[in-house]
């Protein structure tokens, strides 16, 4: 059974810091491109950041120098560190597992479209 389950989002003031996590079982996490995708309300579900299964890193260009996305393969667990955080930052964020990570090393995002498993989402409120 796949799970996904994202924690730590909140709310917080601008220029403040969150840390999301996402806590993978039921499947061969390591070997997997993840991604973190965030949709606003009334807005498209967007790429944030991916990581390839050897730790190869791409970010939007909205994120990049504020967020990082890093992996713990040994724990199975996803992580996006968000500093310096913005009002447009508020969102649903949702960790995602799927798709080669081919985008990757062109620095861009892999399709939503590619990705095979979801987590539930965690709000974050930037203020």
């Known amino acids: 059974h796949v799970q996904l389950v994202e924690s730590g989002g909140g709310s917080v003031q601008a220029g403040g810091s969150l840390s999301l996590s996402c806590a993978a079982s039921?499947?061969?996490?390591?070997?997997?491109?993840m991604t973190w995708f965030r949709q606003a309300p009334g807005g498209e579900r967007e790429g944030v950041a991916a990581i390839s299964s050897d730790g190869r890193t791409s970010y939007a260009e909205s994120v990049k120098g504020r967020f990082t996305i890093s992996r713990d393969n040994a724990k199975n667990t996803l992580t996006l560190q968000m500093n310096n955080l913005k009002p447009e930052d508020t969102a649903t964020y949702y960790c995602a597992g799927g798709g080669h990570c081919y985008e990757v090393r062109f620095g861009t995002l892999p399709p939503r479209a590619d990705m095979d498993h979801w987590g539930q989402g965690t709000q974050v409120t930037v203020s």
């Open positions: 039921g499947y061969a996490f390591s070997s997997y491109c």
